[in-house]
């Protein structure tokens, strides 16, 4: 059985910084796309950084929107993913989850394209 538990979200000011993390427990994190994802009140969920490590090559991407400012990584003796985000603005409010697949295809910015997701954890940034 798979479970992902995101902790780290809370609430900061425009310009702050925040961790989220992702314990990831019946899905190895080496070997299988890995994704942050952000849901907005009224919007659609959206990918936000995507990262596949084996144990040869990393492939990491972001949505232009957090370029520069938010970084994925994971801990593969820890099993977990995490997402810094820095100089968080207003409009990056939302509920993020961690999500993974097996046997990755497709677009790693639809939703549609993972399996596996956690309960999401909330953001909120204000001006």
């Known amino acids: 059985q798979v479970e992902l538990v995101e902790s780290g979200g809370g609430s900061v000011q425009a310009g702050g910084s925040l961790r989220l993390s992702c314990a990831c427990s019946?899905?190895?994190?080496?070997?299988?796309?890995m994704a942050w994802f952000r849901q907005a009140p009224g919007k659609e969920r959206e990918g936000v950084a995507v990262?596949?490590?084996?144990?040869?090559?990393?492939?990491?991407d972001y949505a232009d929107s957090v370029k520069g400012r938010f970084t994925i990584s994971q801990d593969n003796a820890k099993n977990t993913l995490a997402l810094q985000m820095n100089r968080l603005r207003p409009n990056d409010t939302a509920m993020y989850y961690c999500?993974?697949?097996?046997?990755?295809?497709?677009?790693?910015?639809?939703?549609?394209?993972?399996?596996?997701w956690g309960q999401g954890t909330q953001v909120t940034v204000s001006s």
């Open positions: 990262i596949y490590m084996t144990h040869s090559s990393t492939s990491i």
């Open positions: 019946g899905l190895t994190v080496r070997n299988n796309h």
């Open positions: 999500a993974g697949r097996i046997n990755g295809g497709g677009l790693w910015t639809s939703p549609t394209n993972f399996q596996y």
